[in-house]
């Protein structure tokens, strides 16, 4: 049940920041910075109030430019909205650089910084030391225009749309199609999305070319030999090595994709078919009609929030709050750029979750996973400082993909049906499998263009499909659709807008399974892990957090092949 006493928070005042500033030129933040980098630091209450004052700062910036990307991404075509997240990125964020590397050095070289007690600032300095190393001038004109340039790939997919039968529609709106179960229905609308989508391909290679080579500059600027060794280091990878990377490749590969074979096979028998097509995936192999948990975007949030209320009431008022505020764009339109997410807002601490929903269980899927990550913006909102808050996408992830999981025994808000609940949670759970190959693929593809940055397109589409046959369903056919299957891996949105930002679903992927293993076993005392575990934000190890939760951070071959087991047993639990 939904309460009528919610809180709608509330900005905090502002103590180094005037309540009224607004973010239209440099010259308004210069005296901020000024102030900051030329701060004499004579105590440890100097320090900390540095620290803090920073701190706003930043929260201010960042929600600034969250505004920014959002409402450029719910329009593309406002140029209006373009125009303002490009004098962000243009204007602002250019300038900003040189300050916070003063800033950063200015707290690593003072003498009370060894005086900051906890681990959460221990966390911290790591992660101030690290970009003092990876600084360079000559690198803020790349970092300017990947900013701008890497949003170009939306814009692209934005304006993607296929007409099916008389209707013109999004692709996102058309693949509800591969549900149907008319195949020669599946088969027309698998042609005209993906034949939409080759239409762009060049583009697409083009614009690739172009970010692989600014960032292979900015690698050798900051002195690493590729960029994949300097995004590892930038992205903070501090409790895992790019050999880890490889392991649970490996790992996938051996202990994953023999389940997804079985999977195909026994769809393809269901389905008494000679051969299984792509478009064959997705049906109901007993010829039911697709899945519907909801018709539009309000009807999804009002059923997630009872849902979310079900499973712990401070999870249902977090999604309510959001409503109440409209932090929430949930629908497909055309113009909108693709995708999900939840964007944390620091300042006033309630994250805004964006999506192209169009009534499908997947849809119903990404709701419970952005919401995930949005009570984990809530979780961590009372933090001290913006970068306690700012948390590693191992984390992040874990939140998302956990929600999606111990979230599932209240789906009967969307499903009255029992046998359509049990449906839901068996596709859910085959999905949960079929991620973790894909994510291995992605992961992989990445460490080789960027280990290889001169490769030709060539070059790129023989090795992406080297790597999908490994990663790939051995039963699926692909004959005759060759072109289509080359060109998968470009409509991966990490590749273009946040490079290597990926395997972190694959490893919080096995977190979620393991945390679900434990919510079966014990509910309430795996949410009030799940709770105390988010709110740590970024004050300890991956690690750590993943300890409080009550899970294993763990990706070998036995770990993997442990869950494996549990999810299989689940899943011929479902299928009785």
Known sequence: MTTKSINIPQKPSRKFLPDNLVIDAWEKLLPFYEDLKNREINSLNALEKFLFDRSELEAVL?????????????????????EAFEFFVTQISPNIAPYEDALNRKVNESKYTSELKGDAYKI??????KSIELYREENIPIITQLQTDQQKYGAVCAAMTVEVDGKTLTLQQAAKYFKDNDRAKREEVFFKINNRRLQDKDELNKQFNHLIELRHKMALNAGFKNYRDYKHEELGRFDYSIEDCFAFHDAIASEVMPIINRIDEERKNALKLDKLKPWDTEVDVTGKAPLKPFET??????????????????????IEIMKEMGHLDLDSRIGKAPGGFNYPLYEIGVPFIYMNAAGTLRDLVTMVHEGGHAIHSFLSRKLELTEFKSVPSEVAELASMGMELISMDYWDEFFTNKNDLKRAKKEQLEKVIGTLPWVAAIDKFQHWIYENPTH??????EKWNEIISTFGSSVIDWNGLEEIRSNMWQKQLHLYEVP??????????????????????????????????????????????????GIEFNFSRSYVKELMQ???????????
């Open 566 to 576: 549990f999810i299989n047993d689940e899943l011929k639990k479902l299928s009785n």
């Open 297 to 318: 975007g309000s009807e999804l949030l009002e059923k997630t929030i009872k849902a979310f209320y079900r499973l712990d009431n401070y999870f249902g008022e977090c």
């Open 62 to 82: 960042e929600e600034d430019m969250a505004w920014r990307y959002i409402k450029m991404n719910i329009d593309t075509a406002n140029k209006e909205f373009q």
């Open 456 to 461: 030709n397109e060539q070059e790129r589409y």
């Open 500 to 549: 290597f930002y990926y395997i972190e679903y694959g490893m919080a992927q096995l977190g979620a399974i393991a945390l679900w293993r434990n919510y079966k076993q014990n509910p309430e005392k795996t949410v009030q892990q799940y709770k105390d575990a988010l709110k740590l934000g970024y004050t300890k190890s991956i690690g750590e957090i993943y300890q409080t939760a």
């Open 124 to 129: 911290y300095l790591r992660g101030v030391k």
